[in-house]
């Protein structure tokens, strides 16, 4: 059975306005750009799940536009996209539907809208894909695929089992880095969130040799690797990540993960992150101002307790050697127009290496699309393709929808001046010299790069 993979890269503004303002400035979509040039982890995990009797082949649609037509020869095609891409992804899956070939679709927004998805495939898979492939594959080749998989009670995937992905399906010359996950969910639930805590109902770790049988295999494609770590809140269980990271040491690679700020609070964890490769951490910082943090954490209304720690642990981060991709989101309920110069003052005040700014994005299935939708403030309920984090979708609470759509490309023209970038970065690195703090091996190679 001949089996194709199709990742729906490519990331951009829905509103053209928008891509001619400000978003083909460098910088304000660097981060974006980078997540859309990744290869789909989920789906290299697939084709690792695939008999190895099956022919495999992963193409990112970006590359398939470029083609005359669209590959064909397949008898099953599985897709993955995110919101912002979906009805790009139905309009392939039709078009393969019409051929007769069968088609999968799955991921977050499958998962939450199944009925939508439904009407472009032949078979979905809601939650997590692991558990089910072998049997969706098993079902195709008898010729009896079903509508849709769905784990059962009590099924759940579990990373002490995650398959080796096939890293060697890619060209590897096409990505500046590659993705490789370590842990799976998060402990904290923000209204905002649309990313793995939808899929999968507890925080999880992938054992330290199967992360090294990892690394390895795509050391084999790329000798000296950049590698992003593709978890949703890294250092979560601190003790199982120290074992992980004195592992990382002697592999000498250079990588990037997500965190939150209680990195700050252990001091062994920082210096073992810069020694085993740390080049840089995001968090989600999400404002700086106590009025936009309250409540957007569900569970313990974790970020407005950790505020008043902002500065500090960007120091303490920083000071190590280990640069940080603060990251802000304009328009949280409670805010108005006084955020745009109160984060331009934050990242000056701290030296932030890095900022990546986005608007409040109302993702289906988050708690804050039910909340906004019920309340009447969302302007286009059911286009996905506003899904971008640039486009505004909704009605804030303190300015109107024009005024923060404006807002964050006129932030964006000041944070990403050069000039702006300049001090920083010259400041981050005048702070490690009072600190005593080398360098590192790989640091301006990636400040180069990014």
Not at 75 to 87: E, G, N, T, Y
Not at 259 to 281: H, K, N, T, W, Y
Request: charge should be negative; hydrophobic fraction near 40%.
């Amino acid at each position: 059975m001949r089996i194709l993979l199709i990742a729906m890269s490519g990331i951009r503004a829905f509103s053209e306005e928008l891509n001619a303002a400000g978003l083909t400035m460098p910088g304000v979509v660097e981060r974006s750009k980078v997540i859309a040039s990744m290869p789909s982890l989920g789906l290299l995990t697939l084709a690792g799940l695939t008999p190895p009797d099956c022919e495999v082949e992963y193409h990112e649609i970006a590359d398939l536009r470029k083609q005359p037509d669209l590959p064909h020869g397949f008898d099953l095609v599985a897709i993955s996209s995110f919101s912002a891409q979906i009805h790009d992804a139905y309009a392939v899956a039709d078009r393969y539907r019409a051929r007769g070939t069968r088609v999968v679709l799955g991921g977050l927004h499958v998962t939450k809208l199944p009925d939508e998805a439904a009407q472009h495939a032949d078979a979905i898979v809601i939650g997590e894909a692991e558990p089910l492939w072998p049997r969706l594959i098993d079902d195709a080749r008898r010729g009896q695929l079903k509508p849709r998989y769905q784990a059962r009670p009590g099924e759940h995937f579990h990373l002490v089992d995650a398959p080796l992905p096939r890293f060697d399906l890619l060209d590897v010359d096409r990505y500046n880095r590659i993705p490789l996950q370590t842990s799976r969910g998060c402990p904290h639930q923000c209204d905002f969130c649309a990313s793995s805590i939808l899929l999968t109902p507890r925080y999880s770790v992938k054992p330290v040799e199967r992360v090294l049988a990892e690394l390895r295999a795509i050391k084999e494609i790329w000798a000296q690797p950049f590698i992003e770590f593709a978890d949703d809140n890294s250092f979560a269980q601190k003790k199982h990540y120290k074992e992980l990271l004195r592992a990382l040491i002697p592999e000498r690679i250079k990588w990037f993960t997500e965190a939150d700020i209680s990195i700050a609070d252990d001091p062994e964890l920082l210096d073992l992150m810069r020694e085993a490769g740390c080049r840089q951490v995001l968090i989600g910082l999400e404002s700086p101002a106590t009025r936009g943090l309250d409540g957007i954490e569900l569970r313990r209304n974790w970020k407005l307790k950790m505020h008043d720690r902002y500065e500090a642990a960007v120091h303490a981060i920083q000071s190590r050697g280990v640069t940080v991709n603060g990251c802000f989101i304009l328009g949280l309920d409670g805010e108005g127009e006084e955020v745009f110069d109160a984060i331009y003052d934050f990242a000056d005040r701290t030296a932030l290496f890095e900022v990546q700014i986005t608007v409040l994005t109302p993702f289906p299935g988050t708690p804050l699309y039910d909340r906004l939708l019920a309340a009447g403030r969302i302007l286009h309920p059911g286009d996905w393709r506003r899904c971008t984090l640039f486009d505004v979708n909704y009605r804030p609470t303190n300015m109107p929808p024009e005024r923060l759509q404006s807002g964050i490309v006129e932030l964006a023209k000041r944070l990403y001046d050069p000039e702006f970038v300049d001090h920083r970065r010259r400041r981050f690195f005048e702070n490690l010299q009072r600190c005593g703090t080398p360098r590192g091996p790989g640091l301006p190679e990636f400040v180069a790069r990014n």
